[in-house]
């Protein structure tokens, strides 16, 4: 597609339900980023997929928190016994790799909020 | 301390002001410096990315780098209504792939 899609973008879920958020990235990116935003804050990194191997997964704030990208494409971060905590803008973006300068640039979708009650 | 600082603001200008954002960073192994633009309720936009010290201007928009200083700028000149966003600068380091940000800076330029 031309952008990165999430989906639900708003999900309220009562504490201790499990959620699943979705993303659809650019197609042809092997890159593929999950972040929190909490209220007022910049993103905080979760974790990294390159095709469907999970390379960094050191932002994930618990157990509960797992994502899979089993097919190299889409995925999916799904978060189990939600708390209140979790709370935030859940943002995926996707990169087709470094330029060649050597940076990563990233695309954005426009995130999935959710509030647990 | 958090690897990258960012004035929360909120920064408030008349249009057609000079606006100027700043990050301080503290890893000396980050090389590449991002700006990034988020309208409310949308998910952050490239503007700007830069690898070296000195300035890069692209339009209306100046980043500016001093690694000596781990300090990082963004100047907008001729500021607009439409310019109304939270700016986030994010860092990353030649290795991890992953971006760090800042806590973003909220700016209003009133018409």
């Known amino acids: 597609g031309a952008g990165v899609s999430q989906s639900p973008r708003y999900k309220v879920a009562k504490r201790g339900q499990d959620v699943a958020l979705r993303c659809d990235p650019i197609?042809?990116?092997?890159?593929l980023f999950w972040y929190q935003q909490a209220l007022g804050q910049g993103p905080e990194f979760l974790t990294y997929?390159?095709?469907?191997?999970?390379?960094?997964k050191s932002g994930l704030p618990s157990d509960r928190f797992f994502a899979e990208r089993p097919e190299g494409s889409v995925s999916t971060l799904k978060i189990q016994r939600t708390q209140q905590e979790d709370s935030a803008v859940y943002l995926c973006a996707s990169s087709s790799g470094l330029t060649r300068a050597g940076a990563n640039v990233l695309t954005f979708g426009a995130g999935s909020r959710l509030t647990v009650l | 301390q958090k690897e990258v600082e960012q004035d929360p603001g909120p920064l408030s200008v008349p249009e057609g002001a000079i606006v100027s954002l700043n990050c301080t960073y503290s890893n000396s192994a980050f090389q590449y410096f991002m700006w990034y633009r988020q309208y409310s309720r949308k998910g952050p936009e490239l503007l700007m990315y830069?690898?070296?010290?000195g300035n890069k201007e692209d339009g209306r928009f100046t980043a500016q780098v001093d690694k000596s200083s781990k300090y990082i700028s963004l100047f907008i000149r001729d500021s607009q209504p439409s310019d109304s966003a939270t700016y986030l600068c994010a860092i990353s380091s030649g290795s991890a792939r992953q971006l760090t940000f800042g806590s973003g800076t909220q700016l209003t330029v009133l018409p």
């Open positions: 197609s042809g990116h092997v890159s």
């Open positions: 830069t690898y070296s010290s």
């Open positions: 997929f390159q095709n469907e191997a999970q390379l960094d």
